[in-house]
């Protein structure tokens, strides 16, 4: 069997609210879409006794053994759903630790992956419960469209959204997730309620938030620095932390202005990894 090709693109939280906490995890809706940055996953059924999975590339290091793409082998077995064994090799083009889902979006790329070469069906129910062994965000990896996640944890998709122009910035350090949510202290009323495209619009976006962006300025003061710098560079529409951190997007109106901007964060701040880019 060929190596096949995927892309498993970084996903981004135009904005986030917290609102309330379970026995195991914390409740959100956010809104979600997805930046046209990804890791390339090739993939192929081997003859072997067991799965070989390798990591490369500029955010290869320090990824543990267990990790999210070995999860979900682990329980696809388990399940006895998935009979054969793997080779995948996973070139890590989105940073770790910096709000993108790098690694919960290749989980869930590589379970798409399973469904469309139809190793097994599933039906949504047992989607849903295999992506929540994984993370919480996993189940939002199945598609790359817009999406609103609900209070309720339902998915709804919106097609042909006006495209984003986004300048992604990520420092020098990352952010654990269980860490940040550990420190959440109050929550937020749900707010999406009239579900709709116009919550992808701009106007609508600037009023939104991302209700962990001021725990983690707290606790990465030069964030906040990051934050004003983004805020005054090109005149953007709005800066905005994206997940649990570190990385930053800041929103244009276009390409011309985004690049703009990210030449001159790069002379600013050249040990800051940093991309002009757009929503898919």
């Known amino acids: 069997m060929r190596l096949e090709k995927i892309k498993s693109h970084a996903k981004i939280n135009l904005a986030l609210n917290v609102l309330g906490k379970s026995s195991k995890l914390h409740k959100i809706e956010s809104l979600v879409a997805f930046i046209n940055v990804y890791d390339l996953i090739l993939i192929k059924k081997i003859n072997k006794k067991n799965h070989i999975i390798k990591f490369i590339g500029k955010f290869s290091k320090n990824i543990k053994s267990n990790n999210s793409v070995s999860k979900l082998l682990r329980i696809l077995?388990?399940?006895?759903?998935?009979?054969?064994?793997?080779?995948?090799?996973?070139?890590?083009?989105?940073?770790?630790?910096?709000?993108?889902?790098?690694?919960?979006?290749?989980?869930?790329?590589?379970?798409?992956?399973?469904?469309?070469?139809?190793?097994?069906?599933?039906?949504?129910?047992?989607?849903?419960?295999?992506?929540?062994?994984?993370?919480?965000?996993?189940?939002?990896?199945?598609?790359?469209?817009?999406?609103?996640?609900?209070?309720?944890?339902?998915?709804?998709?919106?097609?042909?959204?006006?495209?984003?122009?986004?300048?992604?910035?990520?420092?020098?350090?990352?952010?654990?997730?269980?860490?940040?949510?550990?420190?959440?202290?109050?929550?937020?009323?749900?707010?999406?309620?009239?579900l709709s495209k116009r919550m992808f619009q701009l106007e609508s976006l600037k009023k939104m938030s991302n209700s962990l962006e001021k725990i983690v300025i707290a606790k990465y003061p030069a964030l906040k620095k990051i934050k004003i710098y983004l805020s005054n560079l090109d005149n953007p529409n709005f800066v905005r932390m994206t997940g649990s951190g570190s990385a930053f997007i800041a929103y244009y109106?276009?390409?011309?202005?985004c690049d703009n901007a990210k030449s001159k964060f790069s002379n600013a701040y050249k040990k800051y990894w940093c991309i002009s880019t757009k929503t898919i």
Not at 253 to 257: D, F, G, H, R
Request: net charge positive; proline share 2%.
């Open 77 to 194: 077995e388990k399940k006895k759903l998935l009979h054969e064994k793997f080779y995948i090799k996973i070139i890590k083009q989105v940073p770790q630790k910096s709000g993108l889902g790098g690694g919960s979006m290749n989980a869930a790329s590589i379970l798409n992956y399973f469904i469309k070469k139809k190793f097994f069906k599933l039906r949504k129910k047992q989607i849903f419960s295999i992506t929540e062994d994984i993370g919480s965000d996993v189940i939002l990896g199945l598609s790359d469209s817009f999406q609103v996640l609900t209070s309720k944890k339902q998915i709804r998709e919106f097609k042909n959204c006006k495209k984003l122009y986004t300048l992604v910035v990520k420092p020098n350090f990352g952010c654990s997730t269980r860490n940040i949510y550990a420190n959440v202290k109050n929550f937020e009323k749900a707010k999406f309620k009239k």
């Open 253 to 257: 109106n276009s390409k011309k202005q």
